[in-house]
Protein backbone atom coordinates (compact mmCIF):
# COMPACT_ATOMS: atom_id res chain seq x y z
CA UNK A 1 0.00 0.00 0.00
CA UNK A 2 2.23 2.78 1.80
CA UNK A 3 6.12 3.01 1.23
CA UNK A 4 7.80 1.59 4.26
CA UNK A 5 8.03 3.68 7.61
CA UNK A 6 8.64 3.01 11.16
CA UNK A 7 6.57 4.23 14.03
CA UNK A 8 7.89 7.23 15.93
CA UNK A 9 7.26 5.34 19.07
CA UNK A 10 8.56 1.88 18.08
CA UNK A 11 12.53 2.90 18.05
CA UNK A 12 13.03 0.56 21.23
CA UNK A 13 16.60 -0.22 21.23
CA UNK A 14 17.08 0.62 24.90
CA UNK A 15 15.85 -1.29 28.17
CA UNK A 16 13.25 -0.04 30.02
CA UNK A 17 14.59 0.98 33.69
CA UNK A 18 12.74 -0.95 36.67
CA UNK A 19 9.59 1.16 38.08
CA UNK A 20 7.47 2.65 35.79
CA UNK A 21 4.13 2.32 37.07
CA UNK A 22 1.94 -0.61 36.04
CA UNK A 23 -2.09 -0.50 35.73
CA UNK A 24 -2.11 -3.05 38.69
CA UNK A 25 -4.10 -2.27 41.78
CA UNK A 26 -2.02 -1.68 45.06
CA UNK A 27 -3.64 -4.97 46.75
CA UNK A 28 -2.97 -6.85 43.31
CA UNK A 29 -0.17 -9.99 44.15
CA UNK A 30 2.82 -10.27 42.24
CA UNK A 31 3.79 -13.05 39.92
CA UNK A 32 4.13 -16.89 41.83
CA UNK A 33 4.11 -20.70 40.71
CA UNK A 34 3.57 -23.24 42.82
CA UNK A 35 4.20 -26.83 41.37
CA UNK A 36 1.01 -28.98 41.77
CA UNK A 37 1.96 -31.85 40.09
CA UNK A 38 3.69 -33.86 37.02
CA UNK A 39 2.00 -35.92 35.05
CA UNK A 40 3.46 -38.52 32.22
CA UNK A 41 1.62 -38.82 28.87
CA UNK A 42 3.83 -41.14 27.09
CA UNK A 43 6.79 -43.10 28.43
CA UNK A 44 7.93 -43.42 25.31
CA UNK A 45 7.49 -40.81 23.07
CA UNK A 46 9.26 -40.62 19.43
CA UNK A 47 12.39 -38.46 19.53
CA UNK A 48 14.27 -37.37 16.55
CA UNK A 49 15.97 -33.56 16.18
CA UNK A 50 15.50 -31.80 13.27
CA UNK A 51 15.22 -27.97 12.68
CA UNK A 52 17.17 -27.74 16.53
CA UNK A 53 13.67 -28.93 18.02
CA UNK A 54 11.26 -31.99 18.73
CA UNK A 55 7.85 -32.66 16.86
CA UNK A 56 5.92 -32.90 19.94
CA UNK A 57 6.58 -29.89 21.48
CA UNK A 58 7.76 -27.35 19.23
CA UNK A 59 6.29 -23.87 21.21
CA UNK A 60 4.71 -22.32 17.64
CA UNK A 61 1.94 -25.59 17.84
CA UNK A 62 -1.30 -23.89 18.95
CA UNK A 63 -2.30 -25.79 20.58
CA UNK A 64 -0.47 -29.10 21.35
CA UNK A 65 -2.31 -28.44 25.18
CA UNK A 66 -5.61 -26.91 25.74
CA UNK A 67 -8.61 -27.07 28.31
CA UNK A 68 -12.29 -27.00 28.10
CA UNK A 69 -15.07 -27.47 30.09
CA UNK A 70 -12.87 -29.18 32.76
CA UNK A 71 -11.03 -31.60 31.05
CA UNK A 72 -7.41 -31.19 29.36
CA UNK A 73 -6.40 -32.51 26.39
CA UNK A 74 -2.87 -33.15 25.03
CA UNK A 75 -1.18 -34.45 21.30
CA UNK A 76 1.53 -36.23 20.44
CA UNK A 77 3.44 -38.74 18.18
CA UNK A 78 4.57 -42.25 20.35
CA UNK A 79 7.31 -44.40 19.28
CA UNK A 80 5.94 -46.32 16.80
CA UNK A 81 4.43 -42.84 14.85
CA UNK A 82 1.14 -43.11 16.04
CA UNK A 83 -0.48 -39.62 16.51
CA UNK A 84 -2.37 -40.15 19.70
CA UNK A 85 -4.95 -37.35 21.58
CA UNK A 86 -4.98 -37.78 25.07
CA UNK A 87 -7.43 -36.20 28.13
CA UNK A 88 -7.52 -35.94 31.95
CA UNK A 89 -9.91 -34.02 34.21
CA UNK A 90 -8.51 -31.17 35.34
CA UNK A 91 -5.35 -31.97 38.44
CA UNK A 92 -6.14 -36.24 37.19
CA UNK A 93 -3.44 -37.51 37.55
CA UNK A 94 -4.20 -40.00 34.53
CA UNK A 95 -4.71 -39.62 31.08
CA UNK A 96 -6.38 -41.48 28.75
CA UNK A 97 -5.35 -41.69 25.15
CA UNK A 98 -6.76 -42.53 21.61
CA UNK A 99 -4.98 -42.93 18.32
CA UNK A 100 -6.48 -41.26 15.52
CA UNK A 101 -5.38 -42.90 12.28
CA UNK A 102 -2.73 -41.24 11.25
CA UNK A 103 1.24 -42.03 11.63
CA UNK A 104 3.65 -39.80 11.07
CA UNK A 105 5.46 -39.61 7.63
CA UNK A 106 8.45 -38.06 8.03
CA UNK A 107 11.49 -36.74 10.74
CA UNK A 108 10.52 -33.39 10.25
CA UNK A 109 10.30 -31.12 13.76
CA UNK A 110 7.94 -28.68 11.65
CA UNK A 111 5.47 -31.71 11.58
CA UNK A 112 3.55 -31.23 15.04
CA UNK A 113 -0.09 -31.52 15.90
CA UNK A 114 -2.70 -29.11 16.39
CA UNK A 115 -5.67 -28.71 18.46
CA UNK A 116 -8.70 -26.79 18.24
CA UNK A 117 -12.47 -26.85 19.17
CA UNK A 118 -15.60 -25.07 17.45
CA UNK A 119 -17.63 -24.20 20.45
CA UNK A 120 -20.62 -24.06 17.75
CA UNK A 121 -21.07 -27.58 17.71
CA UNK A 122 -18.40 -28.91 20.43
CA UNK A 123 -15.96 -30.93 18.17
CA UNK A 124 -12.15 -31.40 18.57
CA UNK A 125 -10.18 -31.05 15.25
CA UNK A 126 -7.33 -32.36 14.60
CA UNK A 127 -4.56 -30.73 12.09
CA UNK A 128 -1.11 -32.33 11.79
CA UNK A 129 2.47 -33.55 9.77
CA UNK A 130 2.90 -30.66 7.11
CA UNK A 131 5.60 -29.12 6.09
CA UNK A 132 5.70 -27.07 2.66
CA UNK A 133 3.21 -30.29 1.80
CA UNK A 134 -0.23 -31.86 2.41
CA UNK A 135 -1.68 -32.37 5.87
CA UNK A 136 -4.28 -34.35 7.58
CA UNK A 137 -7.26 -33.37 9.02
CA UNK A 138 -9.12 -35.61 11.84
CA UNK A 139 -12.45 -34.07 13.86
CA UNK A 140 -14.50 -35.68 16.15
CA UNK A 141 -18.11 -36.14 16.33
CA UNK A 142 -20.04 -33.29 17.45
CA UNK A 143 -20.62 -32.78 21.18
CA UNK A 144 -17.64 -34.85 22.32
CA UNK A 145 -16.29 -31.42 24.07
CA UNK A 146 -19.25 -30.39 25.57
CA UNK A 147 -20.05 -34.11 27.46
CA UNK A 148 -16.61 -35.30 28.46
CA UNK A 149 -18.18 -36.90 31.04
CA UNK A 150 -20.98 -38.66 29.37
CA UNK A 151 -19.16 -39.58 26.19
CA UNK A 152 -16.52 -42.72 26.47
CA UNK A 153 -12.92 -41.32 24.71
CA UNK A 154 -11.90 -44.24 22.00
CA UNK A 155 -11.38 -44.15 18.53
CA UNK A 156 -14.85 -44.20 17.19
CA UNK A 157 -15.48 -40.59 18.52
CA UNK A 158 -13.54 -39.79 15.72
CA UNK A 159 -14.06 -39.24 12.07
CA UNK A 160 -11.50 -41.31 9.57
CA UNK A 161 -7.74 -38.61 8.51
CA UNK A 162 -8.66 -36.34 5.55
CA UNK A 163 -6.43 -34.68 3.17
CA UNK A 164 -8.92 -32.07 3.00
CA UNK A 165 -10.82 -29.96 5.22
CA UNK A 166 -13.99 -31.63 4.51
CA UNK A 167 -13.58 -31.78 0.72
CA UNK A 168 -12.15 -28.38 1.27
CA UNK A 169 -8.37 -28.49 -0.50
CA UNK A 170 -6.24 -25.50 1.00
CA UNK A 171 -3.12 -25.86 -0.72
CA UNK A 172 -0.39 -28.63 -1.80
CA UNK A 173 2.00 -26.34 0.48
CA UNK A 174 0.90 -26.31 3.65
CA UNK A 175 2.75 -25.38 7.04
CA UNK A 176 1.80 -24.06 10.47
CA UNK A 177 -1.78 -24.85 11.58
CA UNK A 178 -3.08 -22.85 14.27
CA UNK A 179 -6.88 -23.53 15.62
CA UNK A 180 -8.23 -20.09 16.57
CA UNK A 181 -11.50 -20.17 18.48
CA UNK A 182 -13.76 -17.03 17.61
CA UNK A 183 -15.53 -15.27 19.76
CA UNK A 184 -18.88 -16.15 18.35
CA UNK A 185 -18.24 -19.79 18.32
CA UNK A 186 -16.96 -20.63 15.01
CA UNK A 187 -13.22 -21.75 14.54
CA UNK A 188 -10.70 -20.65 12.59
CA UNK A 189 -7.37 -21.58 10.79
CA UNK A 190 -4.49 -19.95 10.35
CA UNK A 191 -1.63 -21.55 8.27
CA UNK A 192 1.25 -20.59 5.62
CA UNK A 193 0.86 -21.02 1.99
CA UNK A 194 4.29 -21.81 0.07
CA UNK A 195 7.35 -22.17 1.34
CA UNK A 196 9.67 -20.22 3.56
CA UNK A 197 10.82 -17.08 2.72
CA UNK A 198 8.41 -17.23 -0.07
CA UNK A 199 4.87 -18.09 1.47
CA UNK A 200 1.95 -15.95 2.37
CA UNK A 201 -0.35 -16.14 5.49
CA UNK A 202 -4.44 -17.45 4.78
CA UNK A 203 -7.29 -18.46 7.26
CA UNK A 204 -10.09 -20.82 6.47
CA UNK A 205 -12.98 -20.95 8.68
CA UNK A 206 -15.30 -23.52 10.02
CA UNK A 207 -19.38 -22.50 11.22
CA UNK A 208 -20.39 -25.42 12.59
CA UNK A 209 -21.56 -27.13 9.09
CA UNK A 210 -18.70 -26.02 6.82
CA UNK A 211 -15.17 -25.04 5.99
CA UNK A 212 -15.25 -21.80 4.01
CA UNK A 213 -11.55 -20.40 2.27
CA UNK A 214 -11.35 -16.86 3.52
CA UNK A 215 -8.03 -16.73 1.31
CA UNK A 216 -4.55 -15.39 2.04
CA UNK A 217 -4.08 -11.90 3.63
CA UNK A 218 -0.31 -10.90 3.20
CA UNK A 219 1.97 -10.72 0.54
CA UNK A 220 5.52 -11.71 -0.14
CA UNK A 221 6.56 -9.75 -2.73
CA UNK A 222 7.51 -6.00 -2.53
CA UNK A 223 11.65 -4.51 -2.02
CA UNK A 224 13.37 -5.21 0.97
CA UNK A 225 16.51 -3.59 1.58
CA UNK A 226 19.35 -3.64 4.05
CA UNK A 227 22.51 -2.04 4.46
CA UNK A 228 23.71 -5.57 2.89
CA UNK A 229 21.51 -5.41 -0.15
CA UNK A 230 18.10 -6.19 -1.24
CA UNK A 231 15.53 -9.31 -0.85
CA UNK A 232 12.03 -8.65 -3.50
CA UNK A 233 10.35 -12.35 -1.86
CA UNK A 234 9.71 -13.00 1.58
CA UNK A 235 7.18 -14.55 4.33
CA UNK A 236 5.40 -13.23 7.78
CA UNK A 237 6.26 -15.30 10.32
CA UNK A 238 3.48 -14.63 13.14
CA UNK A 239 4.27 -15.14 16.81
CA UNK A 240 0.85 -15.88 17.06
CA UNK A 241 -2.79 -15.14 16.41
CA UNK A 242 -5.17 -14.45 19.38
CA UNK A 243 -8.96 -13.15 20.35
CA UNK A 244 -8.49 -10.87 23.32
CA UNK A 245 -12.20 -10.56 25.28
CA UNK A 246 -13.11 -7.54 23.08
CA UNK A 247 -12.90 -9.60 20.24
CA UNK A 248 -10.13 -8.27 18.49
CA UNK A 249 -7.92 -10.36 16.54
CA UNK A 250 -3.66 -9.66 17.19
CA UNK A 251 -0.69 -10.92 15.63
CA UNK A 252 2.68 -9.98 15.89
CA UNK A 253 5.41 -11.28 13.30
CA UNK A 254 8.79 -11.10 11.84
CA UNK A 255 9.50 -11.35 8.26
CA UNK A 256 11.71 -13.49 6.76
CA UNK A 257 13.43 -12.45 3.30
CA UNK A 258 14.42 -15.26 0.77
CA UNK A 259 18.09 -13.27 -0.50
CA UNK A 260 20.92 -14.07 1.78
CA UNK A 261 22.32 -10.67 0.33
CA UNK A 262 20.83 -8.63 2.97
CA UNK A 263 22.68 -10.25 5.85
CA UNK A 264 26.11 -9.45 6.91
CA UNK A 265 26.87 -13.26 6.88
CA UNK A 266 25.75 -16.14 5.83
CA UNK A 267 25.30 -18.09 8.73
CA UNK A 268 23.07 -15.76 10.14
CA UNK A 269 18.91 -15.90 9.71
CA UNK A 270 17.42 -13.38 7.13
CA UNK A 271 14.26 -12.02 10.16
CA UNK A 272 14.02 -9.10 10.58
CA UNK A 273 11.75 -6.51 12.29
CA UNK A 274 9.00 -7.20 14.96
CA UNK A 275 5.48 -6.03 13.15
CA UNK A 276 2.09 -6.04 14.69
CA UNK A 277 -1.13 -5.76 13.00
CA UNK A 278 -5.05 -6.57 14.48
CA UNK A 279 -8.43 -7.04 13.20
CA UNK A 280 -11.87 -6.29 14.50
CA UNK A 281 -13.78 -7.89 11.87
CA UNK A 282 -12.46 -11.71 12.25
CA UNK A 283 -9.71 -11.05 10.08
CA UNK A 284 -11.09 -9.87 7.40
CA UNK A 285 -9.40 -6.82 7.33
CA UNK A 286 -6.25 -5.99 9.15
CA UNK A 287 -5.34 -2.62 10.32
CA UNK A 288 -1.23 -1.40 11.69
CA UNK A 289 -0.53 -0.12 14.71
CA UNK A 290 -2.47 3.47 13.86
CA UNK A 291 -5.41 2.05 13.09
CA UNK A 292 -4.90 2.11 9.09
CA UNK A 293 -6.45 -0.91 7.10
CA UNK A 294 -3.07 -2.39 5.09
CA UNK A 295 -4.44 -5.36 4.06
CA UNK A 296 -7.72 -7.58 2.93
CA UNK A 297 -8.07 -11.43 3.62
CA UNK A 298 -8.95 -12.73 0.00
CA UNK A 299 -8.41 -9.78 -1.51
CA UNK A 300 -5.94 -7.56 -3.88
CA UNK A 301 -4.36 -5.42 -1.25
CA UNK A 302 -2.76 -7.84 1.30
CA UNK A 303 -0.53 -6.93 4.24
CA UNK A 304 3.16 -6.16 2.74
CA UNK A 305 6.69 -5.26 4.10
CA UNK A 306 6.12 -1.98 2.05
CA UNK A 307 3.33 -1.05 4.08
CA UNK A 308 3.76 1.87 6.57
CA UNK A 309 3.23 1.70 10.34
CA UNK A 310 4.00 -2.30 10.75
CA UNK A 311 7.18 -1.90 12.84
CA UNK A 312 7.15 -1.55 16.45
CA UNK A 313 10.74 -2.97 16.98
CA UNK A 314 13.09 -2.73 14.52
CA UNK A 315 15.79 -4.39 13.89
CA UNK A 316 18.43 -5.51 10.85
CA UNK A 317 18.50 -9.16 9.84
CA UNK A 318 22.18 -9.41 11.75
CA UNK A 319 21.01 -10.64 15.10
CA UNK A 320 19.16 -13.78 14.89
CA UNK A 321 15.86 -12.41 15.81
CA UNK A 322 13.79 -15.47 16.11
CA UNK A 323 10.62 -15.87 13.93
CA UNK A 324 7.26 -17.39 15.76
CA UNK A 325 8.28 -16.49 19.36
CA UNK A 326 4.75 -15.99 21.30
CA UNK A 327 2.21 -13.24 22.72
CA UNK A 328 -0.60 -12.78 24.66
CA UNK A 329 -3.34 -10.30 25.34
CA UNK A 330 -4.12 -8.82 29.19
CA UNK A 331 -7.35 -8.17 30.57
CA UNK A 332 -7.76 -4.82 28.87
CA UNK A 333 -6.89 -6.28 25.76
CA UNK A 334 -3.52 -4.56 25.38
CA UNK A 335 -1.03 -6.42 23.25
CA UNK A 336 2.22 -8.46 24.81
CA UNK A 337 4.81 -10.48 22.91
CA UNK A 338 8.40 -12.10 23.78
CA UNK A 339 11.12 -11.37 21.20
CA UNK A 340 14.63 -12.93 20.99
CA UNK A 341 17.64 -12.26 19.40
CA UNK A 342 21.61 -11.24 19.80
CA UNK A 343 21.71 -7.88 21.42
CA UNK A 344 24.55 -5.50 19.70
CA UNK A 345 26.47 -5.79 23.01
CA UNK A 346 27.93 -8.91 21.67
CA UNK A 347 28.38 -7.95 18.31
CA UNK A 348 26.91 -6.45 15.20
CA UNK A 349 27.27 -9.93 12.80
CA UNK A 350 26.05 -13.07 13.88
CA UNK A 351 27.57 -15.72 11.83
CA UNK A 352 25.80 -18.72 13.06
CA UNK A 353 22.70 -18.30 14.46
CA UNK A 354 22.36 -21.10 16.33
CA UNK A 355 26.01 -20.83 17.99
CA UNK A 356 25.45 -17.36 18.63
CA UNK A 357 21.63 -16.94 19.94
CA UNK A 358 23.04 -19.96 22.38
CA UNK A 359 25.92 -17.96 23.67
CA UNK A 360 24.49 -14.64 23.85
CA UNK A 361 20.87 -14.72 22.86
CA UNK A 362 18.29 -12.57 24.79
CA UNK A 363 14.31 -12.28 25.34
CA UNK A 364 12.92 -9.46 25.30
CA UNK A 365 9.27 -8.51 26.89
CA UNK A 366 7.67 -6.07 24.36
CA UNK A 367 3.83 -4.25 25.11
CA UNK A 368 1.71 -1.99 24.28
CA UNK A 369 1.09 0.89 26.86
CA UNK A 370 -2.60 1.87 27.89
CA UNK A 371 -1.64 5.09 25.92
CA UNK A 372 -0.87 3.49 23.09
CA UNK A 373 2.82 3.27 23.06
CA UNK A 374 5.24 0.26 22.75
CA UNK A 375 7.84 -0.65 25.73
CA UNK A 376 10.32 -2.91 25.36
CA UNK A 377 12.50 -4.61 28.54
CA UNK A 378 15.20 -6.61 28.39
CA UNK A 379 14.91 -10.26 30.32
CA UNK A 380 17.69 -10.57 32.58
CA UNK A 381 18.61 -14.69 32.15
CA UNK A 382 20.48 -15.83 29.35
CA UNK A 383 18.79 -17.86 27.16
CA UNK A 384 21.72 -20.71 26.88
CA UNK A 385 19.82 -22.02 23.59
CA UNK A 386 18.90 -21.52 20.34
CA UNK A 387 15.57 -21.85 20.77
CA UNK A 388 11.90 -20.29 21.53
CA UNK A 389 10.33 -18.56 24.88
CA UNK A 390 6.70 -18.70 25.84
CA UNK A 391 4.32 -16.05 27.44
CA UNK A 392 1.49 -16.21 29.64
CA UNK A 393 -0.51 -13.68 31.79
CA UNK A 394 -2.41 -14.74 34.83
CA UNK A 395 -5.95 -12.67 36.39
CA UNK A 396 -3.62 -10.10 37.78
CA UNK A 397 -1.58 -9.42 33.98
CA UNK A 398 1.96 -10.67 35.48
CA UNK A 399 3.86 -11.58 32.84
CA UNK A 400 5.51 -15.36 32.77
CA UNK A 401 8.02 -16.08 30.60
CA UNK A 402 8.91 -19.91 29.58
CA UNK A 403 12.07 -20.36 28.76
CA UNK A 404 14.02 -23.39 26.98
CA UNK A 405 14.34 -25.94 29.54
CA UNK A 406 11.10 -25.24 31.19
CA UNK A 407 12.60 -22.07 33.12
CA UNK A 408 10.06 -19.61 34.48
CA UNK A 409 10.61 -16.35 34.85
CA UNK A 410 7.83 -13.37 36.01
CA UNK A 411 7.38 -9.86 35.96
CA UNK A 412 4.60 -7.92 37.97
CA UNK A 413 2.05 -5.95 36.54
CA UNK A 414 2.60 -3.27 39.01
CA UNK A 415 6.60 -2.51 38.32
CA UNK A 416 5.56 -2.07 34.32
CA UNK A 417 6.75 -5.43 33.51
CA UNK A 418 10.30 -4.45 34.50
CA UNK A 419 11.71 -6.42 38.10
CA UNK A 420 11.74 -9.99 35.82
CA UNK A 421 12.88 -12.71 38.37
CA UNK A 422 13.66 -16.22 38.13
CA UNK A 423 10.76 -18.70 39.56
CA UNK A 424 11.61 -22.04 38.60
CA UNK A 425 14.92 -23.16 37.27
CA UNK A 426 13.90 -26.12 35.04
CA UNK A 427 15.75 -27.95 37.86
CA UNK A 428 14.49 -31.94 38.49
CA UNK A 429 13.12 -31.97 34.43
CA UNK A 430 15.49 -32.19 32.13
CA UNK A 431 13.62 -31.09 29.49
CA UNK A 432 15.01 -30.96 26.22
CA UNK A 433 14.78 -27.60 24.88
CA UNK A 434 11.14 -25.64 23.82
CA UNK A 435 7.90 -26.40 25.61
CA UNK A 436 4.41 -26.44 24.73
CA UNK A 437 2.40 -23.99 27.14
CA UNK A 438 -1.79 -24.29 27.82
CA UNK A 439 -2.70 -20.80 26.62
CA UNK A 440 -6.58 -21.68 27.28
CA UNK A 441 -5.93 -23.17 31.10
CA UNK A 442 -5.11 -20.04 33.01
CA UNK A 443 -8.43 -18.03 32.66
CA UNK A 444 -10.37 -21.33 33.76
CA UNK A 445 -8.45 -22.19 36.70
CA UNK A 446 -5.33 -20.23 37.41
CA UNK A 447 -3.19 -23.17 36.52
CA UNK A 448 -0.04 -22.69 34.20
CA UNK A 449 0.60 -26.74 32.09
CA UNK A 450 3.92 -26.73 30.39
CA UNK A 451 4.87 -30.16 28.19
CA UNK A 452 8.14 -30.68 27.74
CA UNK A 453 9.97 -33.66 26.51
CA UNK A 454 12.76 -35.28 28.27
CA UNK A 455 16.33 -35.39 27.12
CA UNK A 456 17.17 -38.03 24.91
CA UNK A 457 19.81 -38.85 21.77
CA UNK A 458 20.09 -39.89 18.47
CA UNK A 459 16.34 -41.35 18.01
CA UNK A 460 15.94 -43.18 21.20
CA UNK A 461 12.25 -42.49 22.14
CA UNK A 462 12.23 -40.33 25.47
CA UNK A 463 9.00 -39.30 28.47
CA UNK A 464 7.07 -36.76 27.64
CA UNK A 465 5.19 -35.06 30.62
CA UNK A 466 3.25 -32.32 31.63
CA UNK A 467 3.89 -30.32 34.45
CA UNK A 468 1.54 -27.78 36.29
CA UNK A 469 1.98 -24.60 38.24
CA UNK A 470 -0.46 -22.99 40.15
CA UNK A 471 -0.46 -19.19 39.76
CA UNK A 472 -1.99 -16.30 42.07
CA UNK A 473 -5.45 -16.61 42.96
Not at 35 to 40: D, F, L, S
Not at 173 to 187: A, N
Not at 231 to 238: A, E, I, K, P, Q
Request: charged share 15%; glycine share 12%; net charge neutral.
Amino acid sequence: MKRRTLLATALLGSVVAPGIAGTARAADPGPSVTQTGNTTLDTQAIFFVSYDGLVNNNSFQKNGLLTYKGYQYAVWYTADRNAVVGRRVLGGSTWSTVKVGHTLRYNDSHNVISMGVSKVDGRLHLNMDSHSDGFTYVKSVAGLMDNPAGLSWTASRFGAPQSTLDGLALTSQFTYPQFISTPDGKLQLSYRVAVSGNGRNALAEYDGTSWTGLGEWTSSTGTYTSEHGSSTVRNMYLHGIDYDRNGRLHSFFTWREQNGAVMCNGGGITNHDTGYVYSDDRGRTWRNNAGTVVGTTGGSDKVAVTDGGLVIDALNPDHSLMNQESQFTDSAGRPHAIISYVPGRFGQCTTNYVADRTANGRAFHVRRTSTGTWRKTEIPVPLNSSQRTKLVLDKYDNAYAVLPFGRIVAASAASGHTDWTTLFDGSGLNAFGEVVVDETRIAQDGVLSVLYQVKSSGTTPSALHVVDFKLPA
